[in-house]
């Protein structure tokens, strides 16, 4: 079969023409900041229901971290795809990263385990249900600053993409390896939003918490700066025998 290309079109890293399926990922949307983070969803202790008001002093300054993102009100969502599997989890609510359990969305029968080095997720394991494991590694980071807003500037670093680095057969013998590179450079991403409220009358100072007359906020522009790093498949060996270079 003739293939046509155009003149402008640009080659994939495999090739003009050439695009190449291999291995997968588990990605993760940070929601808030990243899970893991001092003041993260799964290391957190929470108030009681009924046992936070906005509008008391104490609690104020609180509110608006939770706004920032300076403290994690929700879990992350995490997208593995992998073998024909493809889904979403999240961590449960924990104070303690080591106890965090996971939900799967939808619910199915694969088993998920984080690979917890310190507090940062150095990778997963994924068991599926006919006994294969695909093993997640080889972390790229992404980075979000956020500028100036009511409390201060905010930097949010954390993992963002796990890549799949093996399969071993249920035998416990038989394995397919996958390698990648970090690809320098990285991408920078910048993003600009603007936020639109009613003004209102502040009863607090953001900064001292006392009773402070007048103080107003209307609408303000967030500009937010994404940084990620990235990797390519250099190969894929099985059994530690045969391997094929990329």
Do not use: C
């Not at 300076?70 to 449960?92: L, Q, V, W």
Request: proline share 4%.
């Amino acid at each position: 079969m003739l293939q046509v290309f155009k003149v402008d079109q640009k080659a994939s890293w495999v090739g003009l023409g050439w695009e190449l399926m291999a291995g997968g990922a588990i990605t993760r949307t940070v929601r808030g900041s990243e899970d893991e983070g001092g003041r993260g969803y799964i290391r957190s202790v929470y108030y009681n229901e009924g046992d936070f008001d906005p509008a008391y002093s104490d609690n104020y300054y609180e509110m608006e971290e939770m706004l920032q993102g300076f403290i994690d009100t929700e879990p992350d969502i995490f997208y593995y795809n992998f073998m024909g599997y493809s889904g979403r989890f999240i961590f449960d609510h924990a104070t303690d990263i080591n106890s965090a359990t996971i939900s799967l969305i939808p619910h199915n029968d694969l088993k998920v385990i984080p690979l917890i080095v310190g507090n940062s997720f150095e990778g997963f394991k994924i068991i599926t249900p006919d006994g294969f494991t695909a093993e997640f590694g080889y972390a790229e980071e992404s980075q979000e600053y956020r500028p100036a807003g009511l409390i201060g500037d905010y930097t949010i670093r954390a993992r963002s993409t796990w890549h799949l680095k093996e399969v071993t057969a249920p035998n416990g013998i038989d394995k397919v390896s996958f390698e990648y590179k970090t690809v320098s450079g990285g991408v920078l991403d910048p993003r600009v939003s603007q936020t639109d409220g009613i003004t209102f009358f502040d009863p607090y100072s953001i900064k001292t918490l006392t009773a402070y007359s007048g103080h107003t906020f209307s609408q303000y522009l967030l500009y937010t700066l994404f940084k990620m790093t990235h990797s390519r498949l250099t190969s894929v060996a099985i059994d530690n025998r045969s391997k094929q270079r990329f």
